[in-house]
């Protein structure tokens, strides 16, 4: 899960400065399980700890400058929950970023509950342009559902009055939308609550998770069982075509250039030839990493399991982890390790399978498994396919893409297909 500003570089590392710690305890986030991965080592200087020490921080802020070849370098904070590291630890960021910038432009993506904003916050947040995600998924009866505090309160009202608080110092801010079990009918009601909140940029993000004793590997890799049972907030598996489909009939009738989904811009951004904004739909992974509190790297967000840690800055440079035989062969078993189902598939470049983690359904006949959003990707796909390709055609004759609204509301409002 992250913001939408990026980077031109050739990988990009979200930090997670407090590590899993988190101020909320929601159902359905996958990171809370790493306190249980994450165990002291044998001495203090191996501990797995939860908070990055400011030796640390001087050593990543530093390292990840010099190893990106572009004059723009984006930090991006999560979590856990980011704001756990305190105010100081960010304000240390910002001073060493300045030290070692060396010329380039530094620029910081935040993700966050948001809870814990006060005035201090977005004061020092607005001072130095940061672009704050905040996790909110709609309504505050569906957010309230499995968004909640550790004491079992809801945190709708508080995130709320956070995101008031952003647009009162005018804080760049997007937010960041779960699909779950909750949601997945209610595209349009989601979308037009966003909207009241006054977000602009809008992210949404399909939860699909196994439950814990359907993991069968013994070697530290994440290995589901081919008879994986799903976690009951997951979304069906139609749930997120349907979700996505919904809010494309909204937004393609009256608010395309004023509202921005980052799925459609990166669908449109596809079909103009240029490359996927967002992995799911990249021909490979592996451009994006972890690296946790202690400085342990990782190769995804979603895959922080012991196979998958690439080495410690501490003992390896970041550039040489990035570049390491082990992360390419995991960015490349994106694309590699497909079903014949999925080759054949008429939308397979517009997303190359999806997300490896979700690949857990076992097809007859097939070496490999099978996406289980599978059929929502298609359902996405085939559903956002007319305005695309007006849209195409409206920018090469030298226009916008908002020029297809009129036609596009015609169209879509009269389009009643469901999966």
Not at 9 to 20: D, N, V
Not at 73 to 88: H, I, R, S
Not at 93 to 110: P, R
Not at 207 to 212: G, K
């Amino acid at each position: 899960m992250t913001t939408f500003r990026s980077n031109h570089a050739r990988f990009h590392m979200m930090a997670k400065p407090a590590s899993y710690r988190c101020n909320l305890k929601c159902d359905y986030c996958f990171y809370l399980e790493k306190e249980q991965m994450m165990q002291p080592g044998e001495t203090a200087k191996q501990a797995a700890a939860d908070q990055m020490s400011d030796a640390m921080l001087k050593r990543y802020v530093r390292d990840y400058i010099r190893s990106q070849d572009s004059d723009m370098v984006d930090f991006a904070w999560q979590g856990g929950e980011p704001t756990l590291a305190g105010l100081d630890f960010y304000r240390n960021a910002v001073k060493y970023q300045k030290q070692y910038a060396e010329g380039k432009t530094i620029t910081n993506s935040f993700q966050t509950n948001a809870v814990a904003i006060n005035r201090q916050w977005a004061q020092f947040f607005a001072e130095h342009n940061f672009l704050i995600g905040v996790s909110v998924d709609g309504a505050a009866e569906v957010h309230d559902k499995y968004r909640i505090s550790v004491n079992g309160k809801p945190t709708f009202e508080r995130v709320k009055h956070a995101i008031e608080l952003l647009k009162e110092y005018q804080v760049q801010f997007n937010t960041l939308t779960v699909i779950n079990d909750q949601n997945w009918n209610k595209g349009k009601e989601t979308y037009h609550a966003l909207k009241a909140l006054g977000s602009e940029h809008l992210q949404f993000i399909p939860i699909v998770e196994i439950e814990p004793h359907c993991q069968q590997s013994t070697t530290g890799h994440y290995s589901p069982a081919a008879d994986a049972t799903l976690t009951p907030f997951s979304v069906p598996a139609n749930g997120y075509g349907r979700f996505m489909t919904d809010v494309f009939n909204e937004w393609v009738a009256r608010d395309v250039g004023q509202i921005y989904v980052r799925m459609f811009d990166s669908i449109l951004a596809t079909w103009m030839g240029y490359p996927a904004s967002v992995c799911v739909q990249s021909k490979n992974c592996g451009q994006a990493m972890v690296i946790e509190a202690n400085g342990d790297v990782y190769s995804c967000d979603h895959y922080v399991y012991p196979a998958n840690k690439l080495g410690n800055i501490s003992q390896t440079n970041i550039a040489k982890l990035a570049q390491s035989k082990q992360q390419l062969r995991f960015g490349q078993a994106k694309s590699t390790r497909l079903t014949e189902q999925c080759k054949q598939c008429s939308v397979q470049a517009l997303c190359y399978g999806g997300c490896p983690k979700h690949r857990i359904v076992s097809l007859p006949g097939e070496k490999h498994r099978q996406n289980y959003l599978c059929q929502s990707y298609q359902q996405i796909f085939k559903h956002t396919a007319p305005a695309m390709h007006h849209m195409v055609q409206a920018i090469q004759r030298g226009g916008i893409a908002a020029d297809v609204m009129p036609a596009m509301s015609t169209i879509y409002n009269n389009d009643k297909t469901q999966l």
